[in-house]
Structure formats: C-alpha cells, structure tokens
C-alpha cells in the first residue's frame, strides 16, 4: 500500500523511538548505539536545507520540463488542454514511483515532493479541462479520489491536507445544490462531517498497524478541528457566505456559546489528555473568538486592546512559568526540551516574520527619518 | 514496538518496562507553548503602547502614557541588571526563564521612548543619525553584557539604519532605492564589515555563539547588494566578482563549520546572478532555448546537490 519500503520505515521510526529514550536517560548510550546498528535505513534523506534546494530546482526543471513538453506537443492530439497534461502528470508519478523511489530510494528528498505535487497537479487540473467538468463539485469530487491515495501511498502531509479540503468543498458545494441557503444545515454537516473525520483519525492513530500513517493523520485532526470551530463560529456563519447575507442569525446565542466556549473546551481537554494539537489548536483558536467579538461589539480600542491583551499573555505565561517551576504537577516547564531542526527553523521564521511588525511609531513625516518601525528581531537566545 | 525490540533480543523485557514506565512518568512539557505566550506578549504590549502613544499625542493623557512607558523600560533594565549573571566572553545562558523576552521589552520600549521624544520635542534635530546611533551602541552594549542573540539582531538592524539601509529581511526590497550607487556600495561595505566581525568573535572567542547573527545578515546583504550592482546599476564587471566572492565565502564557510544552510543560500543566489547574465548577453527569442536552459541547469544543481557529499570530501555532517 505504502510506496516507501516498509522496513526501512520501521526502522526510521524504532530510530526515532530510541532517540526519545535516550534523551529521556531510559537507554544507555550503547544501547541506543546498537538498536541503531540493528535498524539501518537506507532511505536518502537529506538535510531540512538541501531538502529546500532540491525542491526549488527540482520545480523549476518539472516547469520547464512541462514547457517544452507543451512546446514540441505544440497543436497535436496531445496539447496541453487535451490530455498533454495529463500525460505530464501521469509521467511525473511514474518518475516518482519506478526512479525515484524503488531505484534512488528517495524519502522526503525534495525531489520526490516535487514529483508529486506537480504529478498530482498536472494529473488533477489535466483531467478537469480534458473532461470538461464544469462545476466545482464535479472538479472536487474527482480530485479527491486521486488525493486520498496519493496521500496514502505516499504518506505526504500536504497532499492529505489538500484530500481533506477536498472533502471539505465536496460538501459544501453538495448542501448548496441540495439545500439553498439553509444556514444551520451548512453549520451543522460540516461539524458532523469534521467531528467524524477527527474521531477516525484519532482511532487510527491507535492502530498499530497503521503508525506509518500517523504523521499524515495528525494533520488531518489539526485541520477537523479547525474546520468544526470554524463551522460554529458566529463570524462564519454569519458572513462566511456572501450568497447567504442573514440578517437575522437563527439560534444566535448558540453559535456565540460556541464560539466562545470551544476553544477553552479544546485547551481544557488538551491539558486533560496531554494532547499537545488540542491544546495549540485551542490557544489559536481563543485569538480567533477574540477576533469574532471584537468584530461585533466595539469593546475597546485598538491600542488598549493590544495593551491589555499583552499584559494579559505575558503574566499569564510570567505566573505560569513560576508555578511550574516552583510545583511539581504533570506539567512540566522543562529547559532542556528536546526541539526539532524543524522547530528551530519554525523559530527562525516567526523571528523574522515579527521582525517586520512596526513597532507602531511609524515616522510621521517623510523628512523624519525616526521612528522605531523597521525594528526588530527577537527570538531570545534560541539555539540556531 | 518494545515486543519487537524483545523479541530480536536487544533490550530486555525489564529494560522494555522501564522504558513503559519512563514513557507514562514523562510530564508534558508546556514550555513551547509559555515561550510563544511570553513572546506574544511582549509583540503585543509593543504594538499596543506604540500605537496608544500615536493616538494620544497632543492630549493631556499622553505624559502620563510616557511616564508609564519609561517606568517600563527603566523597570525591564533594572530586573535585567538585577539578574544578569556574572559577565563572560562565553556563552552565558539566561539566569531565568523570562529574562530574554523582559530585555527585549525594555529594548523595544526604548525604542517607542526614544521616538516619541524626537517627534514630540525634535530632542535630536535633524541630527537623525544620531537618533539610530544610540539605540545601534546601546543594544551592541545589551547584547554583549547580558548575551542575546535577539538584541544582537536589534542591534545589527539599528546599525544598517545608521548607515542608511533597512535589512529586515521582509523590507530588504520593498524599502530600498537599488538605484542609488552609494547605498549597494554602502550594503556590499556593511556585509564586509559584519562578516569581519563573525571572524573576529570567532577567532578572539569572543562570544563565539554570535557568529550566527553576524554571518546570516552579512551574506544576505553581500548577495543581494551585488545582485542588486549587477540588475538594477548594471555594473556586472564589479558585481559580478562580488557576488561570486561571496559565494565563494559562503561555500568555505559551509564546508568548515557543518553549515548546509550558508551552500544553499549561496546557491540560490548564485543562481539568479549567473542567469540573470547569460539571458541578458545571449538574449535569445526562441523560448526553447529557455526551456533547454532550466532542465539543463537545474539538473546540473541537483546532480551537485544530490553527490555534493562525494564532490566534497570531508564536508558538512547533516546539520544546520
């Protein structure tokens, strides 16, 4: 089912285990030493920044790959709207699954990332133009097939996440043919249809058998969650569709308790089940009630409420840190937290994205050349 | 997975308990998620007072909104100096949890004091260098005395302020004038300058942990400077040599210190300076040629990519 070599990924994830019980002192370093000498995986894998590379340059060869595909396929049978892209991306998936796999043994290179979101693009787009589907529905309903075992076979994040959209819309675009402007039908379906979808993913990541999956399905349960709060938000429901323009909102006051409420039942229940997607989920999620009240009712001003809400996070974390560090619990505010490559590069890119926040005292005037506004950086001592 | 492990005989059923044991005791680290509160926190009560300042000038409110922003730097400087930790040329980690993010309050506060006094009072002229050159020693001092990156960050920007460029990554292109022969000379002169003084932390060991900071702004401005002398001047027989020089840097730097992320950087860049010139000298009208172009090269950076470990020998390990 998996196109990767089953043992090989095994061994990745034995490996991984083994890292985490080392870190944790409940191996000895020879141990650890020979659990990785017994599970070699011979997987190319490159480093988070090569990985980049190879993706940028194995993107601009596919684009011009398809560009001279298109160019000597010019006007014949196989032009770009008549089945040459469905060819392209039927090609690129074959490159994927007979060179770049089986024979280069690529696994997150990159290159095979590239081969399958262009295949997939191609492949998906090609077909909608080639069969002259015309609504969105149709287009949906044929992609998501294709996605689903693509994200499957080739155990990509990105790709479940796209079959998930693709869900998503599917839905959607059904309720609209089958019920005109029906709010609380939309609202309800999508809640019912996440709530489902969360609950398998979460069952399936219990399933032993299905572990190589379940980096793929955390993903999935990130964005159900997302979807069943953002279906009972006051603020999408009311103006999420602009076809619907309710002026009156049937059963108001529910959909404020529920905007309001989940995000504190989702961290309540993270910290309760030491479930970290809950807990973040639910952090963010309680910025996007904010958002929805302060978009309603005019509750402070701008200023004042960035103040405040400053003021508010930062002691909430100051008392928390405090506790945790002064309490023995089940929480712990540990220091030497094992982080990621990834996390770090996380880091480095929430550094430089706040980094270009002004810092509100924008130069008033263009002689003026004060003014902090270019100010910034950040990021504490993170080691990089 | 343990029965597994058992089974082949390479831990023991009572190394597999603990291990069980270890697994269900391990408390569940919050720490990611205070570490972003703290920060949010601090970007938020920055946003906020900024812009309540800016709101408030020329009302009665706004001393007491100025009197309460001091009181915060001044308090953010005091509990840094009442926690610093003995002062070292190495590496010294944070006394407490909060103390990085209260010094970058204090640092951003001063920043809004700083220019709320030369809007309100013109406190400096039209001295304006002299405006960024104060925040430029004062952050270089912080960074040095309590040993943060972040400030260091600060202080390279208020720097690049100084002599007349902003270098926030997202701004670099958006803010700048290429056009003006005096500032890509000036851009090309500061990343000299800056990887001068990843060198010298190095070499000196003074604080060696901030080569980092010093290397990233340096080799990002040194490219995009002489990619800027190349494209928008049009000057490519000095630019040109610039560009591969830094390149070249970058490179050696990768291979000495296990730096993959400096060989991709530099790649890139490279790459867009080398086609920008090929396109503008053979400037052919056939867009086949364009295709041939891409699969040719990419392909030729890939090959690199893909046996850059065999090209070089003893080179980086996979790591940053």
Redesign the interface.
Not at chain 2, 37 to 55: A, K
Not at chain 2, 147 to 154: A, E, N
């Given at each position: 089912m998996i196109a990767y070599n089953n043992v090989w990924l095994e061994a990745l994830s034995v490996r991984d285990h083994a890292e985490g019980w080392y870190d944790d002192d409940l191996i000895t370093p020879e141990k650890y030493a020979s659990i990785k000498d017994q599970y070699p995986s011979g997987f190319y894998t490159p480093n988070p920044f090569v990985r980049l590379g190879l993706s940028v340059f194995s993107a601009l060869l596919i684009g011009a790959a398809f560009g001279l595909f298109c160019l000597i396929l010019g006007d014949s049978i196989l032009s770009y709207d008549r089945g040459g892209s469905v060819c392209f991306g039927i090609l690129c998936l074959t490159v994927l699954e007979f060179w770049s796999i089986r024979k280069a043994h690529h696994y997150a290179s990159g290159i095979d990332d590239m081969l399958l979101y262009f295949g997939l693009g191609f492949l998906t787009l090609g077909l909608y133009m080639t069969l002259s589907l015309d609504t969105p529905l149709q287009g949906f309903a044929m992609a998501f097939p294709i996605l689903l075992v693509a994200a499957i076979r080739y155990l990509d994040r990105i790709v479940a996440a796209a079959a998930f959209g693709c869900l998503i819309a599917m839905l959607l675009h059904t309720l609209d043919l089958l019920f005109d402007n029906q709010v609380l039908i939309f609202s309800l379906s999508t809640m019912v249809v996440s709530a489902g979808v969360y609950l398998f993913v979460v069952q399936g990541q219990k399933k032993t058998t299905w572990r190589h999956w379940d980096g793929i399905m955390q993903i999935v349960e990130l964005l159900s969650l997302c979807v069943f709060y953002a279906a009972g938000n006051y603020w999408m429901v009311n103006e999420g569709n602009i076809d619907i323009k309710v002026s009156f909102m049937p059963f108001g006051v529910v959909f404020w308790i529920f905007t309001m409420l989940i995000p504190f039942g989702y961290i309540y229940f993270g910290l309760l089940r030491n479930d970290r997607i809950l807990l973040d989920i639910g952090l963010i999620l309680v910025v996007a009630a904010v958002c929805t009240v302060r978009f309603y009712f005019d509750v402070m001003p701008f200023s004042w409420f960035m103040t405040l809400g400053g003021i508010v996070l930062f002691v909430g974390a100051y008392v928390a840190i405090k506790y945790l560090k002064d309490h023995n619990s089940r929480f712990a505010y540990d220091r030497d937290q094992k982080i990621s490559t990834l996390q770090r590069l996380e880091e480095r890119i929430l550094e430089h994205t706040v980094s270009s926040i002004p810092t509100g005292m924008t130069p008033p005037t263009s002689n003026d050349k004060m003014g902090g506004g270019q100010f910034g950086g950040g990021g504490a001592s993170g080691e990089f | 997975?343990l029965n597994?492990?058992i089974k082949?005989g390479?831990?023991s059923p009572e190394?597999a308990d603990?291990?069980k044991q270890?697994?269900s005791n391990?408390?569940?680290?919050?720490?990611?998620?205070?570490?972003t509160?703290?920060?949010?926190?601090?970007?938020?009560?920055?946003?906020?007072?900024?812009?309540?300042?800016?709101?408030h000038i020329d009302t009665i409110g706004h001393s007491v909104i100025i009197a309460l922003i001091a009181a915060l730097c001044g308090a953010c400087f005091w509990y840094a100096v009442k926690h610093q930790k003995a002062f070292s040329w190495a590496y010294v980690?944070?006394p407490t949890?909060?103390f990085?993010?209260i010094l970058?309050?204090g640092c951003?506060s001063f920043?809004?004091l700083?220019?709320?006094l030369?809007?309100q009072y013109q406190f400096?002229g039209t001295r304006?260098g002299l405006?960024?050159f104060i925040?430029t020693v004062l952050f270089f001092g912080l960074a040095y005395w309590f040993?943060?990156?972040?400030?260091?960050?600060?202080a390279?920007?208020?720097l690049s302020?100084w002599v007349g460029i902003?270098v926030?990554?997202?701004?670099l292109f958006a803010?700048n004038d290429f056009h003006s022969q005096t500032l890509v000379i000036t851009g090309v002169a500061l990343g000299l300058i800056l990887g001068a003084a990843a060198l010298v932390s190095r070499k000196k060991d003074w604080k060696q942990h901030f080569d980092?900071s010093y290397l990233n702004f340096s080799i990002h401005l040194l490219m995009v400077s002489s990619l800027a002398g190349i494209i928008v001047l049009e000057q490519p027989l000095f630019y040109f040599p610039v560009l591969i020089g830094a390149a070249y840097l970058s490179y050696v730097e990768a291979r000495a210190h296990d730096s993959?992320?400096f060989?991709?950087v530099s790649?890139?860049y490279g790459?867009i300076g080398v086609t920008y010139l090929i396109f503008k000298a053979i400037s052919a009208n056939d867009?086949?040629f364009?295709?041939?172009?891409?699969?040719l090269t990419?392909?030729l950076?890939?090959w690199f990519?893909?046996n850059?470990k065999r090209i070089l020998k003893d080179t980086p390990n996979?790591?940053?």
């Open positions: - | 997975m597994n492990l082949k390479i831990l190394e603990l291990i270890g697994e391990q408390p569940f680290s919050v720490r990611w998620e205070l570490m509160l703290l920060y949010l926190g601090v970007i938020l009560l920055n946003i906020g007072l900024g812009t309540l300042i800016y709101e980690g944070s949890p909060y990085d993010y970058l309050l951003f920043l809004i700083e220019g709320y030369q809007y400096f304006y405006a960024t925040p040993d943060h990156r972040g400030v260091l960050s600060l390279i920007v208020a302020s902003t926030t990554p997202r701004t803010n980092f993959l992320y060989l991709i790649l890139l790459y867009s086949m364009y295709f041939l172009y891409f699969i990419c392909g950076v890939i990519l893909y850059f996979d790591s940053i």
